[in-house]
Nanobody, 124 residues
Framework: VQPVEAGGGLVQTGGSLTLSCQAS????????VAWFRQAPGKEREFVSA????????YYADAVKGRFSISRDRANSAVHLQMNRLLPGDTAIYYC??????????????????WGQGTQVTVSS
């Protein structure tokens, strides 16, 4: 299972972007799909996650109320709708796939398939 991200770009503060993650192979069945981000000089951090089978969603406090993660069954994809973007959201965003338990949902180490990343830049 190899995730592939799409949808990054440059946007002004307050703008919106939608990131998409599609998986090759058997798709997302049985997995959790997460978005992480990494800004220059910082550690990779959890943004949001979605359990494909149950539909449970998870968000980092920094994005709660602004970002929304959803499932696209028809295209075997997961979308991250990002609204009211801030300069602090500037980072490379990575899609990751794994089978974490609830307590490890936000842990980098719980995911074993990673995409190449897509750049999101928010200008002030």
């Amino acid at each position: 299972v190899q995730p592939v991200e799409a949808g990054g770009g440059l946007v002004q503060t307050g703008g919106s972007l939608t990131l998409s993650c599609q998986a090759s192979g058997d798709g997302f069945a049985g997995y959790a799909v997460a978005w992480f981000r990494q800004a220059p000089g910082k550690e990779r951090e959890f943004v949001s996650a979605f359990r494909w089978s149950g539909g449970t969603t998870y968000y980092a406090d920094a994005v709660k109320g602004r970002f929304s993660i959803s499932r696209d069954r028809a295209n075997s994809a997961v979308h991250l709708q990002m609204n009211r973007l801030l300069p602090g959201d500037t980072a490379i965003y990575y899609c990751a796939i794994g089978r974490p338990i609830t307590s490890t949902m936000r842990s980098v180490s719980a995911y074993y398939y990673w995409g190449q990343g897509t750049q999101v830049t928010v200008s002030s």
